[in-house]
């Protein structure tokens, strides 16, 4: 049982818990959550894959604006398919949408991502994989502005940061999405919680593996690799709590970050 | 054409054609030195074959612009075509990617490998950011010795970074040369009024002229001190300028004579 308030029940009075979690989140596959894949496309028939890409989407632009068509061009880059399949098996029965704005056609790189986002957030998937970034400054506010409204609308954004020395957005955002970092950790609901760090989750992102196009699988490296890990475990919780608020998840995160480490006790830095 | 213009337009072009000439000099180094970067940095990873792709057109194309390693020949200058494999993933997504098992049906290098017999198994990858713009892709591919090789390691990826960081400003200082390179080359095709045959003959006597000539030693000169040091570069700088102030204060003529 985990108490999402990380205190002893016993201890505080009983209006402070919000909410118990119990462990069968453990056991759940994602069933009925719907799960948005912002990124290279994805290859609907690998067969880690077939028959659980609900959607696939590609952006198109069309009189200086970005549009989303129906697309069957799969993933020409790998990596759309490498996070589904991270997500497909973790929670193997949530609804994958693929969402594709990296590829060839001369989209601007933060805009067709903006585009991307925007897209998710209307369609209110319930939860948002976003395995990409930008450092250039003028995405920095639209980000912001998107952010909050996939937080108004219940969207979780779970967003890879970037291991450059300089701030990556949206993963530096830290109050509306969640940010994850790579770790060593193989076992893959072994995650973990940095508190005060711009960066709040580590999950498996060390020689992951994961599908391919093709129907291969490859061993990958990189934080694109954990973000989809914590995307697969929010799933297994809104399977088993569907009216988790994205502040709630974000807590709850946390209570199993801290089991997961070991610790207890509430700590500050 | 009257007189008075021609010579105005005759002095217009003459500078132009120094300064397409400067950057030439200036350029050349520029890739040097980046590739000086690459080998470096490939013995601190531990890998042999490195690659810097930079952005080519709005596409989202990749060529190499500097290579090293057993296939380095037959990557120099080759285009990867936008939003392919590794290398096209990495720069339009800006996320530093390792594989340690290409395999394959990599798309791009599988095609290299067939014509070469090399056989890539392993790439890091990372992108060359310069003001927040995404410019081109940093690779590793393989290790040294014999496979199987061990993984690229998240400490080996925090250091392609930093190489990349410092990769990219040399990139960057490439491509602005190379800009104002092609700008001036294009000023001098397209313009309807020349006569090609005449500027051809007037390049030349201008590029065989001991002026020039002068001007460009001096030009390699100034880089060859600019590359031995902060120290070297300061005192250069400020013996130019004091040169340049008692130049601007002295007669309308040059003020020095041997």
């Known amino acids: ?269 | 054409m009257p007189e008075a213009n021609e010579n105005d337009f005759s002095a217009k072009l003459r500078r132009l054609v120094e300064t397409i000439d400067i950057a030439n000099i200036l350029t050349e180094p520029l890739t040097q030195s980046i590739t000086n970067l690459l080998k470096i940095s490939a013995a601190d990873i531990n890998s042999d074959e490195a690659s810097v792709l930079i952005r080519e057109g709005d596409q989202g194309d990749l060529r190499f612009l500097a290579v090293i390693g057993e296939v380095a020949e037959h990557l120099i200058n080759m285009t990867v075509p936008a939003g392919k494999g590794i290398a096209g993933f990495v720069l339009s997504s800006g996320q530093p990617i390792a594989v340690s098992d290409v395999g394959e049906d990599e798309t791009f290098y599988a095609e290299v490998d067939k014509t070469t017999g090399y056989l890539t198994q392993m790439i890091l990858a990372t992108p060359l950011r310069h003001n927040g713009e995404i410019i081109g892709v940093l690779e590793y591919i393989n290790r040294r010795g014999d496979a199987p090789f061990e993984p690229f390691t998240p400490a080996e990826m925090d250091k392609a970074a930093m190489f990349a960081d410092a990769i990219a400003s040399l990139v960057n200082a490439y491509e602005s040369a190379k800009l104002f390179r092609e700008l001036s080359d294009k000023v001098l095709t397209e313009d309807e009024n020349l006569n090609v045959a005449e500027v051809r003959i007037w390049l030349g006597g201008l590029r065989d002229s001991a002026e020039h000539r002068e001007m460009m030693d001096l030009a390699v000169l100034i880089r060859e001190i600019a590359s031995r040091g902060d120290a070297e570069r300061q005192m250069c700088r400020e013996v130019l300028g004091a040169v340049l102030k008692y130049s601007d204060s002295s007669s309308e003529t040059s003020f020095l004579s041997f």
């Open chain 1, 1 to 269: 049982m985990t108490t999402v308030s990380g205190f002893e029940q016993t201890s505080i009075s009983p209006q402070a818990i919000y909410f118990q979690l119990d462990d069968s989140w453990r056991s759940a596959s994602g069933k009925g959550v719907s799960v948005a894949i912002v990124d290279s496309g994805i290859d609907t028939d690998h067969p880690n894959l077939a028959g659980k890409i609900l959607e696939s989407v590609e952006a198109r632009v069309e009189n200086k604006r970005i549009v989303f068509d129906p697309s069957d061009n799969g993933d020409s880059a790998g990596h759309g398919t490498a996070c589904a399949g991270i997500i497909a098996k973790i929670a193997p029965e949530a609804e994958l949408h693929s969402i594709k704005v990296l590829g060839a056609g001369g989209l601007g790189d933060g805009q067709a991502f903006l585009a991307g986002l925007e897209y998710a957030i209307k369609k209110r998937y319930r939860v948002i994989n976003l395995s990409l970034g930008t450092t250039k400054p003028q995405f920095f506010s639209p980000l912001h502005d998107l952010l909050d409204r996939a937080y108004q609308a219940g969207s979780i954004v779970v967003a890879a940061a970037n291991n450059l020395p300089y701030p990556s957005f949206p993963s530096v955002f830290s109050s509306s999405l969640i940010s994850v970092i790579k770790s060593e950790e193989t076992d893959p609901l072994n995650f973990g919680f940095h508190y005060g760090e711009v960066i709040e989750l580590t999950a498996p992102g060390v020689n992951v593996r994961t599908a391919w196009p093709g129907g291969g699988h490859r061993n990958l490296t990189g934080n694109s690799f954990a973000c989809p890990h914590i995307v697969g475990i929010i799933a297994l919780l809104l399977e088993k709590y569907p009216d988790l608020t994205p502040f709630q998840i974000k807590s709850a995160l946390y209570s199993i970050a801290k089991e997961n480490q070991g610790d207890d006790t509430e700590t500050r830095p």
